[in-house]
């Protein structure tokens, strides 16, 4: 399967907008935003659990990275996780999810890592956190999730506070991608081209990724009544069939 999988186009998609499909688990359902292959694949995906769904043991030959959108996600590799929390389950880990009665909806991405020596697993509760911090412009904070020098991979979350604004969002080396986990952003390029990628308003659940050459474009970005984003830089310049 391939869908969106060309990574030189940039796409603006609104996942509200994605019909749920059937995974081969029962009460395991997804939103396919990117994929290149069948099962097992390198894809981006909303996956909706449904109460007390379980999926069976597997293991993760190219990695899992997850945010928890709704609900309560569980494990017996790295426990429970609310709303908002961050997950990196690295190359080579094996677990069994399921949920409770609350089910559990959840921003996943497969098979996006290539550095064996990263620290196998990552959790963050961003909710509870004490380390986002302040950055230069007012009414924005970020929270360092992920770094890799080796593999140039960045990841973070930014909170906008309502009435944010900057004329300086730089796209950043190795593509990027941003998901709008709350609240509304819009952003417009600063060179004036108007198609959606380089103008778009966007609420939760809107998907947004900028490919390697894009590197260096500048936007001007806002938020009306203020946002939270997860953000993620360099990784779409990884060579996924070299892993170190």
Request: proline fraction near 4%; include cysteine.
């Amino acid at each position: 399967m391939q869908l969106r999988s060309d990574l030189s186009i940039p796409h603006v998609v609104d996942s509200n907008l994605i019909p749920y499909v059937d995974s081969p688990t029962q009460g395991v359902y997804r939103r396919m935003l990117d994929r290149t292959g069948d099962e097992v694949a390198r894809a981006t995906t909303i996956v909706k659990y449904s109460p007390f769904a379980r999926f069976p043991r597997h293991t993760h030959g190219g990695g899992e990275e997850f945010v928890i959108l709704e609900g309560v996600f569980s494990d017996d590799l790295s426990g429970d996780h609310g709303p908002m929390s961050y997950c990196r389950h690295g190359i080579g880990t094996t677990h069994e999810p399921w949920t409770g009665e609350q089910g559990a909806v959840l921003l996943v991405k497969l098979r996006q890592m290539n550095d064996r020596t990263e620290t196998p697993i990552t959790i963050i509760d961003t909710e509870s956190s004490q380390e986002w911090k302040n950055v230069d412009e007012e009414k924005r904070q970020r929270l360092e999730l992920f770094s890799n020098a080796n593999t140039g991979e960045h990841v973070w979350m930014e909170r906008w506070e309502a009435g944010f604004n900057s004329q300086q969002w730089t796209v950043g080396e190795g593509g990027e991608e941003i998901f709008v986990l709350k609240g509304d952003m819009s952003f417009s390029n600063a060179d004036g081209s108007e198609d959606e990628n380089n103008k778009h308003n966007c609420t939760q659940g809107f998907w947004i990724r900028r490919p390697v050459e894009w590197a260096g474009k500048t936007f001007y970005v806002k938020s009306e009544h203020g946002c939270q984003l997860f953000i993620k830089t360099g990784h779409l310049a990884m060579k996924l069939d070299e892993i170190r």
